[in-house]
């Protein structure tokens, strides 16, 4: 069972079977003949269904620990886990094919092409991977921008978009492959408190009624209060 709703814990593990996990994680950068140890030997479990807000101030290590779960960055001790697969023996090729098949990402910033219609940054990404057929795409493509409440934008340019509605087309686009693990990065970091608390909420829908583990590296107390549980990160350690 979940930490109750907004409760701050020492707990630094979910319950259930982890969809993204790290295990005694350290991370070392050397700075001319310094060594910066960013991640302390960190534990951490995202079970599926639960939304868990990752808070620290900058530079404590959060995009660091995502991107250790995310395979685009290797622990110099330690190891992650990714769906339940370890990360360390996959090649580059194999670490981006887990990767689109588990997790989704969404960033501070939307990086979106502004030209192209919501509905099409959205699908870019499944034209890009091939495979599937536009029939296939385009049912993927609708139901990730209904399940974010923005079909009736789906041909509005993305420069024709407010900001919530670019992070909402970003969430969208994050979430066609239907992913079991999203990673989120300051996800309501430039926007308002209005739309700030609209995305809180989109996240945790998609964790409780989509059974996805959300883990959130944030500032926001927005999302700190619906988060089903809070770690904190502190020089290079959870608490």
């Known amino acids: 069972m979940a930490v109750p709703m907004g409760t701050t814990g020492t707990m630094a593990t979910g319950t259930g079977t982890a969809v993204a996990e790290a295990r005694g994680v350290t991370r070392e950068f050397r700075a001319g003949r310094s060594v910066v140890r ?3 030997g960190v534990d951490l479990r995202v079970a599926p269904g639960e939304l868990v807000a990752l808070r620290g101030r900058s530079g404590a290590g959060k995009t660091t620990l995502l991107n250790i779960l995310l395979g685009l960055d290797d622990p110099t001790a330690g190891e992650a886990l990714l ?8 090649d580059e090729a194999r670490r981006a094919k887990v990767r689109r098949e588990i997790a ?9 092409f502004p030209l192209l219609t919501a509905q099409e940054n959205v699908e870019l990404m499944l034209r890009l991977e091939g495979g ?3 029939s296939e795409r385009a049912v993927r493509t609708g ?3 209904v399940r974010v409440g923005l079909v009736l934008r789906a041909h509005h340019r993305a420069l024709e978009l407010s900001g919530g509605e670019q992070q909402r087309v970003a969430l ?7 992913p079991r693990f999203l990673a989120a990065d300051e996800p309501t970091g430039n926007l308002d408190t209005l739309t700030a608390r609209e995305i809180a909420a989109l996240l945790v829908s ?3 009624e989509k059974d996805i583990g959300v883990l959130v590296a944030t500032h926001d107390s927005l999302i700190a209060a619906v988060a089903d549980r809070i770690v904190e990160i502190q020089d290079g350690m959870l608490s």
Request: aromatic share 2%; charged share 5%; net charge positive.
């Open 38 to 40: 960013v991640l302390r």
């Open 143 to 145: 139901v990730a921008l």
């Open 104 to 112: 989704g990402v969404l960033f501070q910033n939307a990086h979106l």
């Open 172 to 178: 969208a686009r994050a979430l066609v492959h239907a």
């Open 206 to 208: 998609l964790a409780h």
């Open 132 to 134: 599937l057929q536009a």
């Open 83 to 90: 769906g339940g697969m370890p990360l360390a023996p996959l």
